[in-house]
């Protein structure tokens, strides 16, 4: 089975870092394909630079289609993720969505910690449907840098964060965003409850889709688009718009 | 006033309507500014194409960036707004979350007519959190070509649905898209309560937010990009991102 | 444009300060017409009042129907919104709804700052069905005259209110309660996000409203209504009930 | 026990009707003391006569405050709830939320019928936070002057109208209204669930409170008022405000 | 009347003091029949222990079918409310459900006090559909061993958690668990809402529905089984399930 | 990787058919453990069932804890789900549950088709805080000996009710009970969007979780039980009890 992971920024150590992640989660037999936006923003972090990695991110997805069984988007917004399913032939999956999935699977309610804020997490959650079990988001006040220069002190702050959240009635915890999966070794032992790291849980949820051979919609807003004209982009994905 | 009405495909001719639409809806004083994106797609109709629209749209956008005292969004899918939001100096309305916030000023609940599927519509307001007062969606099985060769045919399929959503409790009806902003001036005397069409109430509301001079946000979502890197944009959307 | 901005107390000093901002808000041409109801509350603090003052107000607004374009409440509780929807042939805004629908304009989320409790404010925009995007609301310990007698202190501990609702998300603030609207010149520069006063909002979205000439409902709970008999009430509200 | 039924509207026979209800349910014992407001609508069947009978009925309240052990609001509208219960020194009862809170505690959802439109009903449940089990309204097309004319026709639209209810899931069956309830004894065997008719339902629930000797809260939206100054209301009702 | 007030767990002092309270609470003419289940948890605290609970307690209930007129759930986990309202001839009332809806009744909005974890309550209300109008629930770090070394300390620690309910706007607290119901004498004059005891409420509301006489549902899933073909209970239980 | 495929009635046909789907559905290495339980309704269809089932599949998992890596509740109500995920070392995984979720990433709503009624799936993906992608549920009103009989006029119902929710806008189908995962091969070339089987969706996702590796809550409702006495239960299920 090749899964395609697609980083939606065009920082390559990124896409590197969560294809590591990938491997080191995935069953026997997967191999990851990694791959990067050719434009686009080298981090998102504003909801403008989300907006044209969801174009750059189609673009990329778009040049595998059909040469990969399942795309994992390496990227904690779920950027471009209906738009995606949409186009794709095989199932995509979100690293934020499929860590709050299997989430429901492991108790009754999850939070979600990050480094920085939470707004765009709630917003993607609540965009997800998934808000009912939702515990609580803790923004932890320490930028990646810092982790590196003092991991100590970040990983107490988050330490704090997440018991927080299991007194709020979190029965697992969802590691919001990159910066987040790298502490999770350090972590994993400090928490009460599970950890769940979003590359980890998208490429074993991909799996399971691939191995349920799900059939493509062909009516709906997830139909395959048939004869759309769009101007600008690149061959394949022009190509996949056509139908 | 100048206020920038910004379709989301590269059809000129649906710019030119759009923008007559604003003209005979605004104010006295007020100028209206058509543009339209340079790439993406003709007409939106799937998830993708949005998403591509929403980078040209961003892009069209940052070149009147302190040129225009507001913006409004002439897509029906309200593209990109929350980006174009952060992105822009000025207030920025999308034309269905307009008429649906005019409509809860005008009753209890509302409805919302369209041609075609009204899943995107469903799925529209419920992101922008205006479910509560929604009293249904009807899609007509009406194509804009079908409306052309026999209006009055289109005109009764219409107003049946319009019934049907005023039997639901609806005291006002949004029209969801062009082809429907069109038919206005032959339903409104079929319509036992009132139509929105959402160029119209974009346009009055976004003339309301700059009579109330709101503050730029200096922090949160909607702050302005500061100091952002992205290739493969336009340098007027990159320079936005820049700060 | 003549827009009623109806008190629903019976202090003629808090009429004239609403009225002073709502022609301070308001765009050229429009002219402000003041009332104030013939009994009721002196100001509304409970639920009774709240009620007694609904009927004042009714009656109050009967002797304008048909003289003026718009009506705004000028009252924190949107008293009576829905009743005078009903029964007035002009569009009816309320300042707290007002103020709210343009905070779904400015940015993803809001909140709400006021003196005293939030209860009321909490409920009203659950009945009004915008809790959806409503990042918290914020009670400020401190009454009006403490406002007027230490203006310094007060506004110190507004602003760590607002700043407190920033961090929980809100990307525009909406002052509650005439007593708020007073302070917003000295908090402008003091918050960073946008503050959103009652009577402007509900100023300007009533003329965006006239402008769009809606129809009234024929049909429905917003229906003018016809035959009705009711004793006890002024001859002008008895005659639009009569229709 | 003394149960004070006031009605909110100002038609005897309705409050006669209501009494005579109210005594066929009550346990032995209770006292039903029937009441009818001095001024305010013949029938509500508008917003704004709803708003006027709440100070109508505010003020018959105030009259037999201290004298009665608990009141049951004899008006499907459930008009001024929420007022009576702050300003009464008893407990106050709503004849729908009372029939819906009954249904609670009879299955898993419940359904309501009555005569004409359902609009209202389906705000007020909303309103009162009883919508999570709500299975379905129905809106049945006949008159109460129909009803009489000829009550076989009338029964048996309201039996489909029940069953269709019964499909939707609903366990139990809120009649709205007065008509319905005086439907009631031909409709209980033609119905597969019980039938919730709601001055039985208040009448009975108002005993469990009284019989309870629940506290009068000190503080919050529910505490007596005090010191509050009002003009124009009555004697009595001006003596419950100022406390 | 006769009302079964069935406890979940197998501790007869339990039972005994449940049995006690109801008979305190109860109309002049009821009698109270106190059961304990012949197996099961002799505590439940778990979710597992619950479930086994649940059977246990059908089993009981199964004994008493025909033989009593309601029945109380003396479990502050409402153990198996719905299975026992379909198989019962009779209703039946769970003990926290029922404070809820007297919540309802006697304000705007609730909280609910419980000694340990709060989690299992939110998720109690949750599920009966009650979340919207409960302000916060609070959980005091208090061990039932510990209320009786040292109640002076419980009881401030518990007043304390109430007084943050009503300041997040509580207008009654439901006291949740049996340890609860025991310290509401020493609370009640502490607290400035009144407290909701929820054997009292139940046995109560169970008396109104009682007098109220509500048919069985004939159809539904609260209809009484017919025909199930159950092994391993006992043969009351069997018997109901085979109708 | 041990599967358990635990039945939650004592009918060892249905357990049997089950297992025979687990092992069409799972990966290759997977060993499917089938079984049944000792005591408890042969089929279930009440809640009074579905409870007494809940106390015997907990006695059915405590036999297998420890020796298997996963469980799947091979039983369309998912019983238990909850206290199994607690009283069991490894993951539990519900047959609905896990549909519901994979069908959150196909597409953006699903539906739902049964035979029979609907109602306890409405209540239980409302339980599992599931509903806000579900786009309607459908109940088709052919009895499992019917499909048997006349597969054809089966096949054409169900067919023409999943049109319906795909035409309400679901992107793909829950097939609800083991009768309908008998009528998929059937109905997969007759569906325009795919179909959901619950039994091989639990499989990939339980073979998923295993996976993941996630740790054991050690707090909240979802940590192992200890030092719990409960009577009247399996040794096996005892000694999980006592931890």
Chains 1, 2, 3, 4, 5, 6 share one sequence.
């Not at 189609?58 to 993720?81: I, K, M, R, Y």
């Amino acid at each position: 089975m090749r899964i395609l992971v697609a980083n939606a920024n065009t920082t390559e150590a990124i896409t590197e870092v969560c294809a590591a992640s990938a491997r080191a989660a995935c069953s026997e037999g997967t191999e990851v394909v990694p791959a990067t936006p050719r434009f686009g923003p080298a981090v998102i972090s504003t909801r403008a630079e989300n907006a044209v990695a969801a174009h750059a991110l189609l673009e990329l997805l778009a040049e595998h289609a059909g040469s990969v069984d399942a795309v994992v988007l390496a990227v904690s917004h779920d950027t471009a993720l209906d738009a995606a399913r949409q186009v794709m032939p095989c199932p995509v999956v979100g690293m934020t969505e499929a860590a709050c999935l299997a989430a429901h699977m492991l108790g009754a309610r999850f939070g979600l910690v990050t480094l920085g804020a939470t707004e765009m997490y709630r917003e993607l959650i609540a965009r997800h449907g998934l808000s009912a079990r939702l515990a609580g988001l803790a923004g932890v006040d320490v930028t990646p840098p810092q982790v590196l220069a003092d991991p100590d002190v970040a990983t107490e702050k988050v330490r704090v964060a997440i018991a927080g959240l299991v007194e709020a009635g979190a029965d697992s915890i969802v590691l919001g965003g990159a910066a987040m999966a790298g502490m999770e070794p350090r972590l994993r032992d400090l928490s009460p409850v599970p950890l769940l790291d979003g590359i980890a849980c998208a490429v074993r949820l991909a799996e399971a889709l691939v191995g349920l051979r799900p059939a493509k919609p062909r009516t709906g807003t997830m139909a395959a688009p048939r004869g759309r004209a769009v101007s600008g982009v690149s061959p394949a994905l022009a190509a996949l718009l056509l139908g």
